[in-house]
Protein backbone atom coordinates (compact mmCIF):
# COMPACT_ATOMS: atom_id res chain seq x y z
CA UNK A 1 0.00 0.00 0.00
CA UNK A 2 0.79 3.32 -0.22
CA UNK A 3 3.12 5.06 2.79
CA UNK A 4 3.66 8.30 3.43
CA UNK A 5 4.41 10.94 0.58
CA UNK A 6 6.59 14.17 0.75
CA UNK A 7 6.74 16.17 -1.53
CA UNK A 8 9.09 17.99 -2.80
CA UNK A 9 11.82 15.70 -2.21
CA UNK A 10 14.59 18.40 -2.30
CA UNK A 11 14.08 22.37 -2.67
CA UNK A 12 16.69 24.90 -3.73
CA UNK A 13 15.78 28.43 -2.40
CA UNK A 14 17.85 32.22 -1.45
CA UNK A 15 17.62 33.14 1.65
CA UNK A 16 14.68 35.25 2.72
CA UNK A 17 12.24 33.13 0.32
CA UNK A 18 9.17 31.76 1.79
CA UNK A 19 8.78 27.89 1.46
CA UNK A 20 6.07 25.22 1.53
CA UNK A 21 6.40 21.56 1.98
CA UNK A 22 3.86 18.94 1.50
CA UNK A 23 2.76 15.61 3.26
CA UNK A 24 0.43 13.22 2.46
CA UNK A 25 -0.21 10.92 5.03
CA UNK A 26 -1.10 7.33 4.78
CA UNK A 27 -4.90 6.52 4.11
CA UNK A 28 -6.54 6.57 7.68
CA UNK A 29 -3.86 7.57 10.14
CA UNK A 30 -5.20 10.81 12.64
CA UNK A 31 -2.20 11.60 13.57
CA UNK A 32 0.75 13.29 11.77
CA UNK A 33 4.01 14.50 12.67
CA UNK A 34 6.50 16.57 11.34
CA UNK A 35 10.61 16.33 11.99
CA UNK A 36 13.64 18.05 11.60
CA UNK A 37 17.08 16.81 10.82
CA UNK A 38 20.23 18.63 10.22
CA UNK A 39 23.09 16.88 8.66
CA UNK A 40 24.71 14.21 10.96
CA UNK A 41 22.30 15.18 14.20
CA UNK A 42 19.01 13.02 15.45
CA UNK A 43 15.67 14.01 14.63
CA UNK A 44 14.17 17.07 16.30
CA UNK A 45 9.99 17.00 16.51
CA UNK A 46 8.17 19.96 15.33
CA UNK A 47 4.57 19.69 15.45
CA UNK A 48 2.18 16.99 15.46
CA UNK A 49 -1.42 16.95 14.38
CA UNK A 50 -4.46 14.49 15.78
CA UNK A 51 -7.01 14.93 13.00
CA UNK A 52 -6.53 18.59 12.20
CA UNK A 53 -6.18 20.50 14.98
CA UNK A 54 -2.41 20.93 16.51
CA UNK A 55 -2.38 19.77 20.26
CA UNK A 56 1.29 20.65 20.64
CA UNK A 57 3.10 23.71 18.56
CA UNK A 58 6.08 23.22 20.82
CA UNK A 59 8.81 21.90 18.81
CA UNK A 60 8.49 24.73 16.06
CA UNK A 61 11.16 26.98 16.52
CA UNK A 62 10.09 30.33 15.54
CA UNK A 63 7.15 32.17 14.04
CA UNK A 64 8.40 31.81 10.82
CA UNK A 65 7.30 28.45 11.13
CA UNK A 66 3.64 27.26 10.58
CA UNK A 67 1.78 24.11 9.80
CA UNK A 68 -2.07 23.04 8.80
CA UNK A 69 -3.54 20.21 7.99
CA UNK A 70 -7.23 19.84 6.46
CA UNK A 71 -9.36 16.92 5.69
CA UNK A 72 -7.39 15.14 8.47
CA UNK A 73 -5.10 14.45 5.57
CA UNK A 74 -2.36 16.34 3.42
CA UNK A 75 -0.25 18.83 5.66
CA UNK A 76 1.67 21.68 4.76
CA UNK A 77 4.81 22.96 6.87
CA UNK A 78 5.44 26.43 5.61
CA UNK A 79 9.05 28.44 6.63
CA UNK A 80 8.62 32.42 5.73
CA UNK A 81 11.68 34.19 5.38
CA UNK A 82 14.07 31.41 5.16
CA UNK A 83 17.34 31.24 6.95
CA UNK A 84 20.49 29.37 6.20
CA UNK A 85 20.16 27.38 9.41
CA UNK A 86 16.59 26.46 8.09
CA UNK A 87 18.70 23.81 6.00
CA UNK A 88 17.66 20.73 6.67
CA UNK A 89 15.89 17.31 5.77
CA UNK A 90 12.00 17.54 7.04
CA UNK A 91 10.96 14.62 7.73
CA UNK A 92 6.77 13.88 7.79
CA UNK A 93 5.68 10.49 9.83
CA UNK A 94 1.87 9.59 10.34
CA UNK A 95 0.35 6.55 12.72
CA UNK A 96 -3.14 5.30 13.82
CA UNK A 97 -2.83 7.44 16.68
CA UNK A 98 -1.12 7.80 20.45
CA UNK A 99 1.43 5.21 21.46
CA UNK A 100 1.34 3.89 17.63
CA UNK A 101 4.52 3.01 16.09
CA UNK A 102 5.31 6.33 13.53
CA UNK A 103 5.75 5.69 9.60
CA UNK A 104 7.79 8.18 7.77
CA UNK A 105 8.01 9.64 4.64
CA UNK A 106 11.36 9.89 2.54
CA UNK A 107 11.92 13.55 3.55
CA UNK A 108 11.98 16.85 1.79
CA UNK A 109 16.07 18.41 1.37
CA UNK A 110 15.99 22.26 1.88
CA UNK A 111 18.76 23.92 1.13
CA UNK A 112 18.78 27.66 1.83
CA UNK A 113 21.36 29.39 -0.36
CA UNK B 1 20.15 15.68 30.96
CA UNK B 2 18.95 14.59 27.41
CA UNK B 3 15.24 12.81 27.61
CA UNK B 4 16.73 9.83 25.57
CA UNK B 5 20.78 8.83 25.85
CA UNK B 6 22.49 6.34 23.23
CA UNK B 7 26.06 5.77 22.97
CA UNK B 8 27.04 7.34 19.19
CA UNK B 9 29.77 4.48 18.82
CA UNK B 10 30.19 3.74 16.24
CA UNK B 11 30.55 -0.03 17.04
CA UNK B 12 32.67 -1.88 14.46
CA UNK B 13 31.63 -5.75 14.64
CA UNK B 14 32.87 -8.69 12.04
CA UNK B 15 30.07 -9.98 9.84
CA UNK B 16 28.71 -13.05 12.10
CA UNK B 17 29.38 -11.06 15.89
CA UNK B 18 26.72 -10.25 18.12
CA UNK B 19 26.02 -6.59 18.91
CA UNK B 20 23.95 -5.44 21.95
CA UNK B 21 23.09 -1.30 22.09
CA UNK B 22 21.84 0.24 25.30
CA UNK B 23 19.79 3.37 25.22
CA UNK B 24 18.29 5.30 28.87
CA UNK B 25 15.09 7.16 29.06
CA UNK B 26 14.92 10.16 31.33
CA UNK B 27 11.04 10.65 31.57
CA UNK B 28 9.56 7.80 34.21
CA UNK B 29 5.90 8.80 32.39
CA UNK B 30 7.11 7.39 29.07
CA UNK B 31 4.62 4.96 27.59
CA UNK B 32 5.86 3.42 24.68
CA UNK B 33 9.15 2.44 23.17
CA UNK B 34 10.70 1.52 19.86
CA UNK B 35 13.71 0.83 17.78
CA UNK B 36 13.85 2.90 14.38
CA UNK B 37 16.59 2.20 12.03
CA UNK B 38 18.29 5.04 9.71
CA UNK B 39 20.32 4.38 6.93
CA UNK B 40 22.64 6.86 5.00
CA UNK B 41 20.68 9.90 3.77
CA UNK B 42 17.23 7.84 4.26
CA UNK B 43 14.48 8.20 6.19
CA UNK B 44 13.81 6.22 9.87
CA UNK B 45 12.18 2.81 9.62
CA UNK B 46 10.64 0.91 12.45
CA UNK B 47 12.76 -1.87 13.06
CA UNK B 48 10.72 -3.33 16.42
CA UNK B 49 8.54 -2.04 19.23
CA UNK B 50 9.65 -2.82 22.60
CA UNK B 51 7.63 -4.49 24.98
CA UNK B 52 8.09 -4.75 28.87
CA UNK B 53 7.98 -8.86 28.41
CA UNK B 54 10.81 -8.53 25.56
CA UNK B 55 10.35 -9.11 22.58
CA UNK B 56 11.63 -10.93 19.75
CA UNK B 57 11.87 -10.63 15.94
CA UNK B 58 14.36 -13.01 13.84
CA UNK B 59 17.92 -12.09 14.94
CA UNK B 60 16.80 -8.95 16.77
CA UNK B 61 15.66 -8.74 20.42
CA UNK B 62 14.49 -5.67 22.34
CA UNK B 63 14.41 -5.59 26.01
CA UNK B 64 12.62 -2.80 28.60
CA UNK B 65 13.73 -2.10 32.03
CA UNK B 66 10.74 0.14 33.56
CA UNK B 67 12.61 0.35 37.18
CA UNK B 68 16.44 1.57 35.43
CA UNK B 69 14.53 3.40 32.43
CA UNK B 70 16.08 0.97 30.22
CA UNK B 71 16.02 -0.17 26.69
CA UNK B 72 18.57 -2.61 25.02
CA UNK B 73 18.71 -4.12 21.53
CA UNK B 74 20.85 -7.28 20.78
CA UNK B 75 21.41 -8.15 17.31
CA UNK B 76 22.77 -11.93 16.40
CA UNK B 77 24.81 -13.19 13.70
CA UNK B 78 25.26 -9.78 12.39
CA UNK B 79 25.15 -9.04 8.51
CA UNK B 80 27.01 -6.29 6.23
CA UNK B 81 23.04 -5.24 6.03
CA UNK B 82 22.72 -4.29 9.18
CA UNK B 83 25.14 -1.70 9.27
CA UNK B 84 22.77 1.60 9.87
CA UNK B 85 22.56 3.99 12.62
CA UNK B 86 19.70 2.55 15.32
CA UNK B 87 17.68 4.82 17.19
CA UNK B 88 16.11 4.55 20.06
CA UNK B 89 12.45 6.27 20.28
CA UNK B 90 10.64 7.05 23.52
CA UNK B 91 6.50 7.82 23.23
CA UNK B 92 5.98 10.94 26.09
CA UNK B 93 3.21 13.19 26.39
CA UNK B 94 0.01 11.32 25.98
CA UNK B 95 1.81 9.05 23.47
CA UNK B 96 2.09 11.60 20.56
CA UNK B 97 5.38 12.80 20.90
CA UNK B 98 7.97 10.55 20.20
CA UNK B 99 11.29 11.47 21.36
CA UNK B 100 14.20 10.10 19.41
CA UNK B 101 17.67 9.46 20.69
CA UNK B 102 20.92 10.67 18.63
CA UNK B 103 21.36 6.96 17.52
CA UNK B 104 24.35 4.80 17.25
CA UNK B 105 26.16 3.59 14.55
CA UNK B 106 26.36 0.25 13.80
CA UNK B 107 29.20 -0.84 10.89
CA UNK B 108 29.71 -4.73 9.95
CA UNK B 109 32.87 -6.00 8.12
CA UNK B 110 34.05 -8.49 6.68
Known amino acids: GAGVSQSPSNKVTEKGKDVELRCDPISGHTALYWYRQRLGQGLEFLIY????????KSGLPSDRFSAERTGESVSTLTIQRTQQEDSAVYLCASSLGPYQPQHFGDGTRLSIL | RKEVEQDPGPFNVPEGATVAFNCTYSNSASQSFFWYRQDCRKEPKLLMS???SGNEDGRFTAQLNRASQYISLLIRDSKLSDSATYLC???????????FGTGTQLKVEL
Open chain 2, 50 to 52: VYS
Open chain 2, 89 to 99: VVSTGGGNKLT
Open chain 1, 49 to 56: FQGNSAPD
